[in-house]
Nanobody, 123 residues
């Protein structure tokens, strides 16, 4: 499966953005999908994930209540709605797909990555 992440940009603190992860080649419904982010000088970290069924989601504690992950299998797309953004949310955001049952997913369990989309939050 090929993934294309989009929707990043510059936003003021407190603002919102919606990221999209569009899949091609295979149905995204076949995969667990995670959103990860990587800030300069830091490791890539899991932000949120959604199981293939869409019935289970995971959020990193610092994002819980501010971010929402969802999937639209008909559009072959997974979304990440981000609100109440903070300067420390500034990073490149990546979507990735996994077939592993490991939960929540980790960087090493992802088999396909999108190219990343930059989110910059100004304070």
């Amino acid at each position: 499966v090929q993934l294309q992440a989009s929707g990043g940009g510059l936003v003021q603190a407190g603002g919102s953005l919606r990221l999209s992860c569009a899949a091609s080649g295979r149905a995204i419904s076949s995969y667990t999908v995670g959103w990860f982010r990587q800030a300069p000088g830091k490791d890539r970290e899991l932000v949120a994930a959604i199981r293939r069924s869409g019935t289970a989601t995971y959020y990193s504690p610092s994002m819980k209540g501010r971010f929402t992950i969802s999937r639209d299998n008909a559009r072959n797309t997974v979304y990440l709605e981000m609100s109440s953004l903070k300067a420390e949310d500034t990073a490149v955001y990546y979507c990735a797909a996994a077939t592993s049952v490991y939960w929540p997913p980790r960087v090493s369990s992802m088999i396909s990555w999108g190219q990343g989309t930059l989110v910059t939050v100004s304070s």
